[in-house]
C-alpha cells in the first residue's frame, strides 16, 4: 500500500510562473489535507479538501492560490504568478476519517527565483 | 500568533537517557493533541497522540503528559536512541480528533541523541 505520493519532489519557477503541486492520497483515503512549512517555521494548514469539495480553506492566502481534489485524480494546489515568499516546502497528508489517521506525504520543495 | 509554542529549538541527550519535549499552548478550544517526528526532505510522522479527557497515554518508549490547567504537554521517550534523532513536532486541533480542521503545528524541536 503505497503513501501519500507528492510530486514534484522539487520544482524551481520563475517570478510570475504558475507552480502546480500534485498529491495522490494513500488508497481509501478521500479527505486530503495541505499545509506549508516556511524556513525555520512549523507546518500551517492551508485547505482541508474532501473528493470534489472544499471543507475548510481557513488557511488559504485569499488571491494566487487555489486547490481541487477531483473525483478521479490527484489533489492539486495550483499557485498562480508565484513570488520569491511563495518558497517553502508543501506537504500534503490523507486520512480517511479522523485525525489519527493523518499520514503526511513527502513534500514539494518549491524555490521562486 | 503562535498557539502552540516549542519553546527550545533544540535538544541534546545521550543515548540511553530520557529525552523530555516541551509545548504549551494557548487556545483553551484545543481538545486534542498529536507528537509528530520528521527526518530532513521527508514528511512527518505520526507518533503518538492525545485527548483532553486524559492526562496521559504511553506507546513503547513514547509517552505523552497533558497538564490542561498549565495549558502544557511533554513527550518523554525512554531510552533515547540515535534513530530518535530527528525533528518533532508538537500539533494541536480543536476538533476533537474528528479530522474536521487542520492541526496547528509549533516550529518544532531538534533532538539529537549523542552516541
Known amino acids: 500500500n503505497a503513501g501519500v505520493m507528492q510530486n514534484p519532489r522539487h520544482l524551481v519557477r520563475r517570478r510570475g510562473q504558475e507552480a502546480r503541486l500534485r498529491c495522490s492520497p494513500m488508497?481509501?483515503?478521500?479527505?486530503v489535507y495541505w499545509y506549508r512549512q516556511l524556513p525555520e517555521e512549523g507546518l500551517k494548514f492551508m485547505v482541508y479538501l474532501q473528493k470534489e469539495n472544499i471543507i475548510d480553506e481557513s488557511g488559504m492566502p485569499k488571491e494566487r492560490f487555489s486547490a481541487e481534489f477531483p473525483k478521479e485524480g490527484p489533489s492539486i494546489l495550483r499557485i498562480q504568478q508565484v513570488v520569491r515568499g511563495d518558497s517553502a516546502a508543501y506537504f500534503c497528508?490523507?486520512?480517511?476519517?479522523?485525525?489519527?489517521?493523518?499520514?503526511f506525504g513527502s513534500g514539494t520543495r518549491l524555490t521562486v527565483v | 500568533d503562535q498557539q502552540v509554542k516549542q519553546n527550545s529549538p533544540s535538544l541534546s541527550v545521550q543515548e540511553g537517557r530520557i529525552s523530555i519535549l516541551n509545548c504549551d499552548y494557548t487556545n483553551s478550544m484545543f481538545d486534542y493533541f498529536l507528537w509528530y517526528k520528521k527526518y530532513p526532505a521527508e514528511g512527518p510522522t505520526f507518533l503518538i497522540s492525545?485527548?483532553?479527557?486524559?492526562d496521559k497515554n504511553e506507546d513503547g518508549r513514547f509517552t505523552v503528559f497533558l497538564n490542561k490547567s498549565a495549558k502544557h504537554l511533554s513527550l518523554h521517550i525512554v531510552p533515547s536512541q540515535p534513530g530518535d534523532s530527528a525533528v518533532y513536532f508538537c500539533?494541536?486541533?480543536?476538533?476533537?480528533?474528528?479530522?474536521?480542521?487542520?492541526?496547528?503545528f509549533g516550529k518544532g524541536t531538534h533532538l539529537i541523541i549523542q552516541p
Open positions: 488508497k481509501g483515503h478521500s479527505h
Open positions: 492525545i485527548s483532553s479527557i486524559k
Open positions: 500539533a494541536a486541533s480543536a476538533g476533537s480528533g474528528g479530522g474536521a480542521d487542520g492541526l496547528t
Open positions: 497528508a490523507s486520512s480517511p476519517t479522523g485525525i489519527n489517521g493523518y499520514t
